[in-house]
């Protein structure tokens, strides 16, 4: 019954490395979400996007960029991971509105 | 700009009581509001929608309650179970429906046997 996956729960990577992460839903849904969050931070949006191809930055894009080429998938890129991107990256999925909002398990990412 | 304030930050309770958590946020021209569960290390589950045009909506032994025009809402559950305990966050849009969301950074409860 999972609906939205990411590809990976932990992750541990060098400092500037390119990083990707995957998120791929499998609800028809039209937007796509990845948030990050930290202890005392909350979460916080860095991309959105509403159709394929289609994104708009969030609170804290610096950093991040996003590929959406297809609509299930929507893929998150550190272009060049530095340590204060160590988080937690959740992505999530959810048709008009805010109606059936479902997030994927997470992705635990340690830039080392 | 649209903030989602969460008190407790956290509550211990012993099994078997009635909580209450509460979220307030500061424009109220919203659509809905959502209660979401957090699992320590895990994504988010919705629990409930509330639509504008709704006092309450209930699941299970969880009922949420929206007041629009004081810019609050309470999640209660009832008789708790260790299996409740969790972080619980509450998320309204950015702006009217918008399907970007703004969220509290939630309340960590602990439901001892």
């Known amino acids: 019954d999972v609906k939205v996956t990411q590809s990976s729960r932990y992750l541990v990577k060098r400092t500037g490395e390119k990083v990707f992460l995957e998120c791929v839903q499998d609800?028809?849904?039209?937007?796509m979400f990845w948030y990050r969050q930290d202890p005392g931070l909350g979460l916080r949006l860095i991309y959105f996007?509403?159709?394929?191809?289609?994104?708009e930055k969030g609170d804290i894009p610096e950093g991040y960029s996003v590929s959406r080429e297809k609509k299930e998938r929507f893929s998150l890129i550190l272009e060049s991971a530095s340590t204060n991107q160590t988080s937690m990256y959740l992505c999530?999925?959810?048709?008009?509105?805010?109606?059936?909002?479902?997030f994927g398990s997470g992705t635990r990412l340690t830039v080392v | 700009k649209q903030e989602v304030t969460q008190i407790p930050a956290a509550l211990s309770v012993p099994e078997g009581e009635n909580l209450v958590l509460n979220c307030s946020f500061t424009?109220?021209?919203?659509?809905?509001l959502q209660w979401f569960r957090q699992d320590p290390g895990k994504g988010l589950t919705s629990l409930l929608l509330?639509?504008?045009?709704?006092r309450e909506q209930t699941s299970g032994r969880l009922n949420a309650s929206l007041d629009k025009s004081s810019g609050r809402s309470t999640l209660y559950i009832a008789a708790s179970q260790p299996g409740d305990s969790a972080t619980y966050l509450c998320?309204?849009?950015?702006?009217?429906?918008?399907?970007?969301?703004?969220f509290g950074k939630g309340t960590k409860l602990t439901v001892n046997p």
């Open positions: 509330i639509q504008s045009s709704q």
């Open positions: 998320a309204v849009p950015l702006q009217g429906g918008s399907e970007k969301l703004v």
């Open positions: 424009d109220s021209a919203i659509y809905n």
């Open positions: 609800m028809d849904h039209e937007n």
């Open positions: 996007s509403y159709d394929v191809k289609m994104k």
């Open positions: 999530a999925s959810t048709g008009q509105g805010a109606y059936g909002y479902t």
